[in-house]
């Protein structure tokens, strides 16, 4: 019997030290956590520093995309992701906030959840109640996506192809519809 295997999209992101970890060594550190029980990676983009949201709000961020592939149900592999930030020392605190690793689950699959009506209400949702509303339940796939450069640019490193289970636009599609600004914020590190 094989068991079911679904393509997954986890972007990373990070601004503060941990100990002598400078951000980006700590997103490295955090990739190679990620294989294991459920979990085998499949590709990894490069790095990029970013702007932090909103401006000023504190230092540059380090980013990256992954793609893996799962046996993992949504809930249990967003358990693992919370796993991995504890180990370096995320704390939830302010929404959008400074932090030292941030795991989001971009995708599972073609899955939508819990359903389409409720992903929809929170990808419409205007920004300044996105800033300060946390939902209760995982929401999929991850409803801004379509609006962050700093996940769209990473991602077209490794599945420019990729498309939006509800959108129906690739990766590569996205990206493009965002403004250039945005786009050419997001440097390269290595």
């Known amino acids: 019997m094989t068991e079911n295997r679904s393509k997954s999209l986890i972007a990373l992101g990070g601004n503060l030290n941990l100990r002598d970890l400078l951000p980006q060594d700590t997103l490295a550190a955090a990739v ?20 932090s949201f909103p401006a000023g709000a504190g ?49 599972l699959g073609d899955s939508v959840l819990p359903d389409q ?11 300044e109640v996105q800033m300060k509303a946390t939902p209760d339940q995982l929401i ?3 409803p801004r996506v379509q609006d ?8 077209c490193d490794i599945a420019p192809d990729w ?5 129906q636009k690739t990766a590569a599609q996205m990206r493009d519809a965002l403004p250039k600004a945005d786009i050419d914020s997001v440097i390269p590190i290595y």
Do not use: K
């Open 32 to 51: 190679g956590e990620l294989p294991g029980a459920g979990i085998s990676l499949r590709a990894v983009s490069r790095f990029f520093r970013t702007p």
């Open 148 to 155: 962050r450069a700093f996940v769209l640019v990473p991602l």
């Open 117 to 127: 009506d409720e992903y929809v209400r929170w990808r419409d949702l205007p920004l």
């Open 140 to 142: 999929l796939p991850h």
């Open 59 to 107: 230092p540059d961020y380090a980013n990256a995309v992954v793609e893996i592939e799962t046996s993992l149900s949504a809930q249990a592999l967003l358990t693992r992701l919370h796993e991995i930030e504890a180990h370096y020392a995320r704390e939830r605190g302010e929404r959008w906030g400074m932090r030292t690793l941030d795991l989001d689950l971009i995708s």
């Open 163 to 167: 498309c939006h289970p509800v959108l």
